[in-house]
């Protein structure tokens, strides 16, 4: 599985040490901040990863608001894609990691095949609408809440993304 990168952007650092931390566990995976790089690499990929955190009540994270235009504009057809999402669910229960939905429908709008969805047992918290079919459309991860949880969520995650990224 070679030829896969992590596409993220990360206002206080937390989504980045998850990207980090991703990357451990993928040989050869090439780790992108859109922050710095906007989406110009992505077509490059025929795996991918992305990471985006939730703002604002529901809101997708600023550096994702600033390419948005330019991400939308490339064509997923014949990549292989997750998603991992951060958030916190006791603060915002009604909103959370909502910011993964709005990647989740453009990726699938653009021809994607979306892996690594995940069950929502084991968080508490009201509404999300990162829910598709029961499950959320990717990794959740809450370090404000259920940082312990981390590290394991992940091994599971990368473990089930392996046996189908091409
Ligand atoms: C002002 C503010 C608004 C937030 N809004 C939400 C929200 O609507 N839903 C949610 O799940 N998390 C929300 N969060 C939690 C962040 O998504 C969480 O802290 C995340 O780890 C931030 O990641 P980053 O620093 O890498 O961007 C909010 C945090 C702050 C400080």
């Not at 780790?31 to 939730?54: D, K, V």
């Not at 064509?75 to 909103?95: E, S």
Request: glycine share 6%; hydrophobic share 35%; charged share 25%.
């Amino acid at each position: 599985m070679k030829n896969i990168a992590i596409f993220y952007a990360s206002t206080t650092g937390k989504t980045k040490c998850i990207a980090d931390e991703i990357s451990i566990h993928l040989d050869e995976l090439k780790e992108y901040n859109i922050r710095i790089t906007g989406a110009e690499y992505m077509s490059e990929y025929s795996n991918i990863i992305f990471g985006i955190s939730t703002w604002d009540g529901g809101s997708i994270q600023e550096d994702w608001q600033k390419i948005w235009d330019e991400f939308s504009t490339i064509d997923f057809k014949n990549k292989t894609v997750a998603i991992f999402g951060l958030g916190d669910q006791k603060k915002y229960p009604d909103k959370f990691v909502a910011a993964m939905r709005p990647l989740y429908d453009q990726l699938k709008k653009a021809g994607a095949n979306v892996i690594g969805f995940t069950s929502t047992e084991d968080y508490n918290f009201e509404d999300s609408n990162a829910i598709v079919n029961g499950e959320f459309v990717g990794l959740v991860l809450d370090l404000e809440n259920q940082s312990e949880e981390t590290t394991s969520r992940i091994e599971n995650w990368i473990t089930a993304l392996k046996k189908d990224f091409i």
